[in-house]
T-cell receptor
Framework: AQSVTQPDIHITVSEGASLELRCNYS??????LFWYVQSPGQGLQLLLK??????LVQGIKGFEAEFKRSQSSFNLRKPSVHWSDAAEYFC??????????FGTGTSLTVIP | EAQVTQNPRYLITVTGKKLTVTCSQN?????MSWYRQDPGLGLRQIYY???????DKGDVPEGYKVSRKEKRNFPLILESPSPNQTSLYFC????????????FGPGTRLTVT
C-alpha cells in the first residue's frame, strides 16, 4: 500500500540551528516526492520536489532534501532556521498512479 | 494570476443541510482533487478527477460527492453533512495526475453542528 510516514509529530529548534525533518514513503512505482509547508491559517506551499536525476534537490527559502532510494526516505533539511520557518511541514508522494499521499505532518517551533 | 479559488472560506451549518463548496482553477490543469485536513491525520484525499467527466474515490469518499463538468471547476458536495465532516478542506490542481506538484486553494473551514 502507498503511504508516507513522518515520524516526528513536533520538533523544536533554536533560531540559527540546523533542521532535519524525516520522511519515509512506500510506493509501488517510481515515486515523485514533494515537501509542502503550511503556515498558520494558510494553504499549502510547495517547498521542493524530486522527480528524477540528482538526489539532492534545492527548494525555496533555503531548504533542501535528499532522496535515498535504498532507505525509502526524502528528508528535508535547512542549515540555519529562521523564526519565520515555524510552520507545519508535509511530505507527499505521487507518481504514475492517480493519487497523492501525504504524511501526517511535522509541526516546527522555532525558539528565539 | 495563476490560482485555485475556493468558496466559501468559512461555513457553519447544521446536520443534514446540503451544501456545496466550490473550487475553480485558472491554470488549465487536468487533475483536480479534494482533501480534508484533520489534526494528527494530515491531508487525506477525498476524491480526485483526472479530467472532465472522470472522477474517482480517494481514501475517504464516504459522505461526499463531486462532479467535473468543466475543466476549471470541481465542486465538493455534502448531501447530508454530519458532525464528523467538520474539518478543513482543500482543493488542489495539477497539470497531470501524480506527475506534477499540486497547487492548493486557501482552504474552507467547515463546521457541522
Amino acid at each position: 500500500a502507498q503511504s508516507v510516514t513522518q515520524p516526528d509529530i513536533h520538533i523544536t529548534v533554536s533560531e540559527g540551528a540546523s533542521l532535519e525533518l524525516r520522511c519515509n514513503y512506500s510506493y509501488g512505482a517510481t515515486p515523485y516526492l514533494f515537501w509542502y509547508v503550511q503556515s498558520p491559517g494558510q494553504g499549502l506551499q510547495l517547498l521542493l520536489k524530486y522527480f528524477s536525476g540528482d538526489t539532492l534537490v534545492q527548494g525555496i527559502k533555503g531548504f533542501e532534501a535528499e532522496f535515498k532510494r535504498s532507505q525509502s526516505s526524502f528528508n528535508l533539511r535547512k542549515p540555519s532556521v529562521h523564526w519565520s520557518d515555524a510552520a507545519e511541514y508535509f511530505c507527499a508522494v505521487g507518481g504514475t498512479g492517480n493519487q497523492f499521499y501525504f504524511g501526517t505532518g511535522t509541526s516546527l517551533t522555532v525558539i528565539p | 494570476e495563476a490560482q485555485v479559488t475556493q468558496n466559501p472560506r468559512y461555513l457553519i451549518t447544521v446536520t443534514g443541510k446540503k451544501l456545496t463548496v466550490t473550487c475553480s482553477q485558472n491554470m488549465n490543469h487536468e487533475y483536480m482533487s479534494w482533501y480534508r485536513q484533520d489534526p494528527g491525520l494530515g491531508l487525506r484525499q477525498i476524491y480526485y478527477s483526472m479530467n472532465v467527466e472522470v472522477t474517482d474515490k480517494g481514501d475517504v469518499p464516504e459522505g461526499y460527492k463531486v462532479s467535473r463538468k468543466e475543466k476549471r471547476n470541481f465542486p465538493l458536495i455534502l448531501e447530508s453533512p454530519s458532525p464528523n465532516q467538520t474539518s478543513l478542506y482543500f482543493c488542489a490542481s495539477s497539470l497531470v495526475r501524480g506527475l506534477n506538484e499540486q497547487y492548493f486553494g486557501p482552504g474552507t473551514r467547515l463546521t457541522v453542528t
